[in-house]
Nanobody, 121 residues
Framework: QVHLVESGGGLVQPGGSLRLSCAASGTIIRLNVMGWYRQAPGKQRELVAD???????NYADSVKGRFTVSRDNAKNTVYLQMNSLKPEDTAVYYC???????????????WGQGTQVTVSS
């Protein structure tokens, strides 16, 4: 069993910064891709950023230059540094792991429970 637990959400003023963390627990050999999605009220869940095991990153156009995704493989943890936040970044942010290798198995997807990010003055 694998669990993803996010932390770091909250309320921030426009132009401010937040850092999200997501730690994966369980008997994990490797997490091939880790990343972040978000879902605003009335909208579909969308990819924000993700990063492969060997550090290749991918960003949504709307966050390029403002957000940075990183990971610590030894800790099975992924981070999202969010700078220059805008009101339109307000959403529930979900941690995601894809291609989870555990002893004797390969699991496609895991999701965290989500953390609220609100950007407002």
């Amino acid at each position: 069993q694998v669990h993803l637990v996010e932390s770091g959400g909250g309320l921030v003023q426009p132009g401010g910064s937040l850092r999200l963390s997501c730690a994966a627990s369980g008997t994990i050999i490797r997490l091939n891709v880790m990343g972040w999605y978000r879902q605003a009220p009335g909208k579909q869940r969308e990819l924000v950023a993700d990063i492969t095991w060997n550090g290749i990153t991918n960003y949504a156009d709307s966050v390029k230059g403002r957000f940075t995704v990183s990971r610590d493989n030894a800790k099975n943890t992924v981070y999202l540094q969010m700078n220059s936040l805008k009101p339109e970044d307000t959403a529930v942010y979900y941690c995601h792991a894809a291609g989870v290798v555990v002893p004797g198995n390969y699991l496609p997807n895991y999701w965290g429970q989500g953390t609220q990010v609100t950007v407002s003055s």
